[in-house]
């Protein structure tokens, strides 16, 4: 291992419990000006394009101003989401929690320490290109978690921006900067923060060499059997999870999209599907001729997750899975597939040249995501619209 004076499992560990603290910001407690400026001082670090420092930070401390700041974020949407938080306390709705954090911070932004203020010199160009906030936004992180390494805390805010002009006003901002954020800052009820759940690892939203192709083995490349490479494709719909959900747990309607997959028969109709229910798939492609696999489920979640391997319990030929995620307005949709490790209909191609296996495994994972796409369009359209 190469020398290393840093020990990355404490900076791991900053950067993985640098939270958005709301409900935890010690409102009593003095903060000096200085533990803010050495802050910035570490934020500055950050890069920027063309080594130009042009982030300048504004700290409020005057109880008025603040005062004024805090009828401005109510204004912004603070009173709304005062209001939606009441609505959703105690329900199973997947922000109830953060959104009486958002409650509670805008109930006392008055009463926090200092209130910091994110700018930069310039104003976007609307060309499409991140422009300005690629050199900006990262010594805002860089704060919070200079703040997390000194017992403060804080949480990145953007809701009062829908007021940034009168913001401007009040701090005499002028024409020409383009404010970023707002951070809250106060010294931390406790310093206990963990690592919170994130939906999708690494493997799964992270693709070699062609977008939607992934790794599922250990080892990763070359592209193998072995090494369980893969395909992930989603989309987002305008419809709500159980709605798409009777579309993805039917097991018959890819064959409606799909341009290899014709049909499938459970094994045994009439019973309940659940984790271990047995299918029949039935496919036919141009070069390789019609072939049957024996399926099993090994994931049934309704209206989040519904998976299958193809052949043994060992070594599955394929694992396939369907992912449904709530978003605002709809759902999110992932159909994922995992090639290998076992065999199958794949392997007679990669006997008969096997050096030729990664470039026959690439171009498989293209097939497959032609028709996965196909088929998630298919549902999106048909969930969208409300058909049958
Ligand atoms: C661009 C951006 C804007 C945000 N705006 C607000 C906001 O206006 N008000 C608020 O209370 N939280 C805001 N947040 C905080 C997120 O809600 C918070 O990061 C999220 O709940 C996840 O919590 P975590 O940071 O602990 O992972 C914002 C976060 C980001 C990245």
Same mark, same amino acid.
């Given at each position: 291992?190469?020398?290393?004076?840093?020990?990355?499992?404490?900076?791991?560990?900053?950067?993985?419990?640098?939270?958005?603290?709301?409900?935890?910001?010690?409102?009593?407690?003095?903060?000096?000006?200085?533990?803010?400026?050495?802050?910035?001082?570490?934020?500055?670090?950050?890069?920027?394009?063309?080594?130009?420092?042009?982030?300048?930070?504004?700290?409020?401390?005057?109880?008025?101003?603040?005062?004024?700041?805090?009828?401005?974020?109510?204004?912004?949407?603070?009173?709304?989401?005062?209001?939606?938080?009441?609505?959703?306390?105690?329900?199973?709705?997947?922000?109830?929690? =953060?959104?009486?954090?958002?409650?509670?911070?805008?109930?006392?932004?008055?009463?926090?320490?200092?209130?910091?203020?994110?700018?930069?010199?310039?104003?976007?160009?609307?060309?499409?290109?991140?422009?300005?906030?690629?050199?900006?936004?990262?010594?805002?992180?860089?704060?919070?978690?200079?703040?997390?390494?000194?017992?403060?805390?804080?949480?990145?805010?953007?809701?009062?921006?829908?007021?940034?002009?009168?913001?401007?006003?009040?701090?005499?901002?002028?024409?020409?900067?383009?404010?970023?954020? =707002?951070?809250?800052?106060?010294?931390?009820?406790?310093?206990?923060?963990?690592?919170?759940?994130?939906?999708?690892?690494?493997?799964?939203?992270?693709? @070699?060499?062609?977008?939607?192709?992934?790794?599922?083995?250990?080892?990763?490349?070359?592209?193998? =059997?072995?090494?369980?490479?893969?395909?992930?494709?989603?989309?987002?719909?305008?419809?709500?999870?159980?709605?798409?959900?009777?579309?993805?747990?039917?097991?018959?309607?890819?064959?409606? @999209?799909?341009?290899? @997959?014709?049909?499938?028969?459970?094994?045994?109709?009439?019973?309940?599907?659940?984790?271990?229910?047995?299918?029949?798939?039935?496919?036919?492609?141009?070069?390789?001729?019609?072939?049957?696999?024996?399926?099993?489920?090994?994931?049934?979640?309704?209206?989040?997750?519904?998976?299958?391997?193809?052949?043994?319990?060992?070594?599955?030929?394929?694992?396939?899975?369907?992912?449904?995620?709530?978003?605002?307005?709809?759902?999110?949709?992932?159909?994922?597939?995992?090639?290998?490790?076992?065999?199958?209909?794949?392997?007679?191609?990669?006997?008969?040249?096997?050096?030729?296996?990664?470039?026959?495994?690439?171009?498989?994972?293209?097939?497959?995501?032609?028709?996965?796409?196909?088929?998630?369009?298919?549902?999106?359209?048909?969930?969208?619209?409300?058909?049958?």
């Amino acid at each position: 291992m190469a020398e290393n004076d840093l020990d990355a499992a404490m900076i791991d560990r900053a950067l993985m419990t640098t939270r958005g603290v709301r409900r935890r910001l010690d409102l009593e407690r003095e903060v000096d000006d200085q533990v803010l400026l050495d802050c910035i001082d570490v934020a500055e670090q950050a890069p920027t394009g063309g080594n130009n420092g042009s982030r300048r930070w504004i700290i409020i401390r005057d109880q008025a101003t603040k005062d004024r700041f805090q009828e401005l974020y109510l204004e912004a949407g603070a009173s709304w989401v005062i209001e939606a938080a009441d609505r959703i306390e105690g329900t199973d709705h997947p922000n109830a929690s =953060m959104m009486q954090g958002a409650k509670r911070l805008a109930e006392n932004i008055d009463q926090v320490p200092a209130i910091v203020i994110l700018t930069v010199i310039g104003e976007h160009d609307g060309s499409g290109r991140p422009g300005l906030f690629d050199s900006v936004i990262q010594a805002g992180w860089s704060f919070q978690v200079a703040l997390r390494a000194r017992g403060l805390g804080t949480v990145w805010t953007s809701m009062y921006l829908n007021k940034a002009a009168e913001v401007a006003e009040l701090l005499d901002i002028p024409d020409g900067l383009t404010q970023v954020c =707002m951070f809250p800052v106060a010294y931390t009820i406790g310093t206990d923060f963990s690592p919170t759940k994130r939906r999708l690892a690494a493997r799964e939203i992270t693709y @070699f060499d062609r977008f939607g192709r992934t790794i599922g083995g250990r080892r990763t490349q070359p592209a193998s =059997m072995a090494n369980m490479h893969g395909v992930a494709v989603e989309v987002d719909i305008k419809a709500h999870p159980s709605k798409v959900w009777k579309y993805v747990s039917d097991i018959n309607l890819p064959a409606r @999209f799909s341009g290899e @997959f014709v049909g499938a028969d459970w094994d045994d109709p009439g019973a309940d599907v659940g984790v271990g229910s047995t299918f029949i798939g039935h496919n036919d492609h141009s070069a390789i001729g019609q072939w049957d696999v024996d399926v099993t489920v090994t994931h049934y979640e309704e209206e989040q997750r519904f998976g299958w391997r193809t052949g043994g319990d060992e070594n599955p030929g394929a694992l396939w899975r369907f992912e449904l995620e709530y978003i605002p307005g709809g759902t999110r949709l992932r159909y994922l597939l995992q090639i290998g490790p076992g065999r199958s209909g794949l392997n007679q191609a990669i006997d008969a040249m096997p050096d030729k296996e990664p470039r026959i495994i690439a171009r498989r994972q293209s097939e497959h995501m032609a028709n996965m796409r196909a088929v998630i369009a298919g549902i999106k359209d048909l969930a969208e619209a409300g058909g049958s």
